[in-house]
């Protein structure tokens, strides 16, 4: 059952200017549907804002010490905080702290099992859509509480690089449970993509390795002996979970925050002296640089969350317009590239910017295991007739990135 237009727009900012804007349309049966838009838009536009209908903070993420509002991802760290733990520098003092935004005054913890908030406001929104049923309340260090035995489970199963939640799948549930208009809620997560059986099946092999049909088992009986509910008993069978976990598999948007990168790009902004800026610039660089050292890539709280709106937009390996997190939460902004003009489909990346500049195989290897589809954007089209080869260097960066998730599994391991 799709989602009617109106509910396509309901988790917008602004519902009334991004209907006004863009359309969801059928384009054919290879690629479902597609936005487009329906007024021209420049460079550096931006073509609407949405919240997630839910989301969640990556486990080991928070587990590591990335704190974050349990319900927008709003890190909580000041900046200074955050980067003397990324450093390890304890006694590391920021210049111009007052351009950090984090207001720990404001932080608000749950009253009955303590998870953290970065307002009141978050606090009751998390608490009318999905905590009341997942607070653990007085059981929330008990290790036998079935929630608990689920994240644990999870965890055990999907190392960094992280790239979805099982706690995505536990908010859907708890938001139809709570939810007055259940119906609509239903209605809500129905609009995402369907898949075939194989194809499902492949996606949670990605998700779960090789062992992943019996995986997937265990946290199938988890999941329900903690969430089970009988208006949704077609998400416990042993196919519509695992339809469930496809879906957040393949419409789960990656969201990133960081109260240091807020503050870098605010004293990037600052007008200074010419000495002011050499230095301030100095400092950043080198702090980078300690970072790199002691932390290495993991800098950002991290999580992802289902987006109605933007899960709309289809791949291209030349995007015409890209998400962000620019308000350091779970508020995705859409923003033009390039140009658009009216009736052209709005086109985002699923690569990043160093995969999007691999050969075409090598890009449609990541697509396929990933994505379960074939490319055919213009850039895919014009280099039709390359080599079905990847490059020595691609290989190399391929295993570093093999052996780099073994060394990180047997580290997790040992937490």
Same mark, same amino acid.
């Given at each position: 059952?799709?989602?009617p237009v109106?509910?396509?727009?309901s988790r917008?900012?602004?519902?009334a ?7 969801a349309?059928f384009?054919d049966k290879? =690629? ?11 460079k ?5 804002i949405?919240?997630?209908?839910v989301s ?7 587990l ?8 927008c991802? $709003?890190a ?5 905080? !955050?980067a003397?733990?990324?450093?390890g ?8 702290p007052?351009?950090?935004?984090v207001r ?8 009955? @099992? ?6 009141a ?6 608490w ?7 607070c ?6 008990d290790?036998?509480?079935?929630? !608990?035995?689920?994240?644990?489970a ?21 938001s139809? =449970? ?5 119906? $609509?809620?239903q209605?809500?997560f ?10 499902e ?7 779960l ?9 265990l ?8 969430l089970?509910e ?10 519509g ?7 957040? #598999?393949?419409n789960?948007?990656?969201? #990133?925050?960081?109260s240091?990168? *807020?503050?870098v790009?605010a ?7 010419g000495?002011?800026r050499e ?10 640089k300690d ?8 800098? !950002? @709280?991290?999580g ?9 937009c289809?791949?291209? @390996? ?10 350091n ?5 859409? !923003? ?18 160093c995969? $999007? ?5 090598? $890009? ?12 055919s @954007? *213009? =850039?895919?089209?014009? *280099?039709?007739?390359?080599?079905d ?8 960066e ?13 580290e997790?391991?040992?937490?």
């Open positions: 059952m799709a989602a109106d509910d396509m727009f917008c900012v602004d519902p200017k991004a209907s006004n804007s863009v359309e349309r384009i290879v =690629k479902g549907k597609g936005l487009f838009a329906k007024r021209p838009f420049k550096g536009d931006t073509i609407f949405e919240q997630p209908l969640s903070q990556f486990l080991w993420n928070a590591y010490k990335y704190r974050a509002c349990e319900h991802l $709003r909580l760290e000041t900046a200074e905080e !955050n003397r733990r990324l450093s520098l304890p006694a590391l003092s920021l210049p111009h007052e351009l950090c935004k720990p005054d404001r932080h608000q913890a749950c009253p009955h @099992c303590q998870v953290m908030y970065c307002s406001e978050c606090r009751q929104a998390a009318e859509q999905y905590h009341r049923l997942l653990l309340g007085s059981s929330h260090q290790p036998d509480h079935p929630l !608990n035995k689920l994240q644990d999870w965890r055990s199963m999907h190392y960094p690089p992280e790239t979805s939640s099982i706690m995505i799948m536990a908010k859907m549930v708890a139809i =449970k709570q939810a007055q208009d259940k119906e $609509r809620w209605r809500l129905s609009h995402f993509c369907s898949r075939s059986a194989n194809e099946e492949e996606i949670v092999h990605k998700l390795g090789e062992k992943f049909q019996g995986q997937l088992s946290l199938r009986n988890l999941f329900s002996t903690a089970y009988d208006r949704l008993s077609q998400w416990f069978t042993p196919e979970f695992r339809s469930l976990f496809a879906l957040v #598999g393949t789960g948007q990656g969201i #990133g925050t960081s240091l990168s *807020q503050w790009h004293c990037d902004a600052l007008e200074l002296p000495q002011q230095q301030l610039d100095a400092f950043i660089d080198q702090l980078y970072i790199d050292k002691e932390t290495g890539d993991f800098l !950002n @709280c991290e992802s969350g289902l987006f109605l709106l933007q899960s709309s289809n791949h291209s @390996c030349v995007p015409n317009a890209e998400a962000s997190f620019p308000d939460n779970f508020l995705l902004h859409l !923003n033009a590239l390039s140009d658009i003009g009216p009736g052209e489909e709005i086109c985002i990346s699923y690569l990043d910017v995969q $999007r500049e691999r050969s075409r195989h090598s $890009r449609h290897k990541i697509l396929r295991e990933n994505y379960l589809f074939v490319c @954007c *213009q =850039k895919c089209m014009s *280099q039709v007739q390359e080599a080869m990847t490059s020595e260097e691609e290989e190399e391929e295993e570093e990135g093999e052996a780099e998730g073994d060394d990180m599994e047997d997790m391991t040992d937490v």
